[in-house]
């Protein structure tokens, strides 16, 4: 099956894919005029990655996925010999500002005449010209670092002050330099700055076959291991045309769903605790450890990691633990609507998430929010709704929305899809067919390409994969929700005081890890 566009002469092949993948090759005058098109219908920019082509015959490649109406679109652009640059698209996607950076600070390849061309993951560890994911890059002789020196933007004016937060901060969280304008207690302008975890990944991924990948992908985000694993499972299990036993696909939305759970649980928590309400964290956190001993007991780890392998599952559920599993979901169900009621009807709590970091959809569709905070800015997108790839497309999931935008909203959200997961789960319990779980995978094939494409908890997650030669990995590039989320709540803070930052960066709860590696 293919997708013509005859007045830009592009052609797309769809991939053996559980998801609606379609590929092919740009020029650059098509790949601008492919991305004004997708733009002008609503679409949205997915992902952004470059790699290195050399030592197959090429030159330098820039790869875009594309979220349109069919499905999901990756463009390969390749640059000609000599050529180190490729059209900018930040003015159409914004989310592509940083993503291009990226490519150009890993690859030495760059976004003509964009208008913002610093650097963003060269945190002064590779000198001038040297570029870690080149394929003649020597991780084993590192050059000195250079001075680095930010240019942060500067607001001026009376009574304008500065608050430089991070990157070390007073929790235990990860590292990201938030830097806050100010007048008084009002923010003007936030400006962030993260690369402090970059771990060279996808690097690393270099130096692995495609079935070790796995236990790596599994280790992009600790809280995100279900959607990465099964995402980066369904890419190498689509090069080789092979379905897994149903019986597995069931167990992975099962795990899915309770990672969404547990997650969801413990932003509840730090949401009330933000706003000093102490029972409420000391409850979903409750709530969240009985869950994640449940895991332990029942599958063998807290957070599920390991349990999706290419070919299926590493573990079934038997009838004994599935009652066990449902009767702890229904006490959970009750308990959540409980404390749901307490924090609708506590005045204190809805006083600061009412209109607090407000995204209106307008701006939301705009700068492409997606995942929890975009269906609590009025974007109505779910894959688990939209492509249902087997066993959803069994399960009718109810996807929530709202239109308000502000932390109150993404509460909602977040409630609204505790419910529905246990819902979710309890068809899977109730339906789950018999059988295998789990089976070997042909031999992969050379120089091949797959996408996995999977709706976490968080947002979509995207793993594309490039096999090389002799069963290796050409270019794995994992990504994160987040890499569109982060710059928008640069936007939410606008206007609101200070002390709101902590509640707003929390109902986003965006990960560093995920999208720095």
């Not at 003015?91 to 963003?120: E, T, Y």
């Amino acid at each position: 099956m293919t997708i013509e566009f005859n007045d830009i002469g592009v052609t797309l092949q769809a991939l053996h894919s559980a998801m609606p993948i379609w590929r092919g090759t740009v020029a650059a005058q098509q790949y601008r005029k492919l991305c004004e098109r997708v733009h002008n219908q609503g679409g949205r920019l997915m992902a952004l990655w470059g790699s290195d082509e050399r030592m197959r015959g090429g030159h330098f490649a820039l790869h875009v996925a594309l979220a349109a109406q069919p499905g999901l679109y990756a463009l390969q652009l390749n640059l000609p010999d000599g050529h180190l640059s490729f059209p900018d698209i930040s003015d159409l996607f914004p989310a592509a500002n940083r993503m291009q950076r990226a490519v150009h600070d890993l690859l030495g390849i760059q976004a003509a005449g964009a208008i913002d061309s610093r650097k963003w993951l060269r945190h002064g560890a590779w000198r001038e010209g040297c570029y870690p994911l080149r394929k003649d890059f020597d991780g084993q002789h590192l050059s000195p670092a250079e001075p680095d020196a930010y240019p942060f933007v500067l607001v001026e004016g009376d009574g304008v002050h500065e608050i430089p937060v991070g990157p070390v901060h007073a929790g235990t969280i990860e590292p990201g330099h938030f830097r806050f304008s100010i007048i008084g207690e009002r923010v003007l302008r936030l400006e962030q700055r993260f690369g402090y975890k970059h771990k060279g990944i996808e690097k690393r991924f270099e130096s692995l076959t495609p079935l070790e990948g796995a236990a790596l992908a599994g280790r992009l985000s600790g809280d995100s291991t279900v959607a990465n694993s099964w995402a980066y499972a369904m890419a190498l299990e689509s090069l080789v045309g092979f379905t897994p036993p149903s019986r597995a696909l069931w167990l992975r939305a099962l795990f899915l769903e309770l990672e969404r759970i547990h997650n969801h649980l413990g932003d509840l928590g730090y949401l009330g605790n933000d706003v000093a309400l102490a029972f409420g964290f000391a409850q979903f956190w409750r709530l969240k450890e009985d869950m994640l001993r449940l895991h332990q007991d029942m599958f063998g780890h807290r957070y599920l990691m390991d349990k999706i392998v290419p070919g299926g599952v590493a573990c079934n559920i038997g009838s004994n633990r599935a009652r066990r599993l449902a009767q702890q979901l229904a006490t959970l169900k009750d308990e959540v609507h409980i404390l749901k009621n307490i924090y609708d009807e506590h005045a204190g709590v809805q006083d600061r998430f009412l209109t607090t970091g407000r995204v209106k959809p307008a701006l939301a569709a705009k700068l492409g929010l997606t995942g929890l905070p975009g269906r609590a800015s009025g974007q109505a997108w779910d894959l688990r709704a939209q492509y249902p790839c087997a066993p959803y497309d069994q399960l009718d999931v109810h996807m929530a929305t709202h239109r308000n935008g502000d932390v109150a909203a993404r509460v909602t959200v977040r409630f609204e899809e505790v419910f529905e997961s246990i819902r979710l789960i309890g068809l899977i319990l109730d339906r789950m067919p018999p059988g295998e779980v789990c089976a070997n995978l042909p031999p992969i094939p050379d120089n091949a390409f797959a996408i996995g494409w999977v709706e976490g908890w968080r947002g979509e997650i995207l793993i594309a994969l490039h096999t090389g030669s002799g069963n290796t990995l050409h270019r794995v590039h994992p990504h994160d929700p987040s890499w569109q989320n982060w710059p928008v709540l640069e936007h939410a803070i606008i206007g609101n005081i200070v002390p709101d930052f902590p509640l707003i960066n929390k109902s986003f709860n965006l990960s560093y890890a995920g999208q720095d590696l």
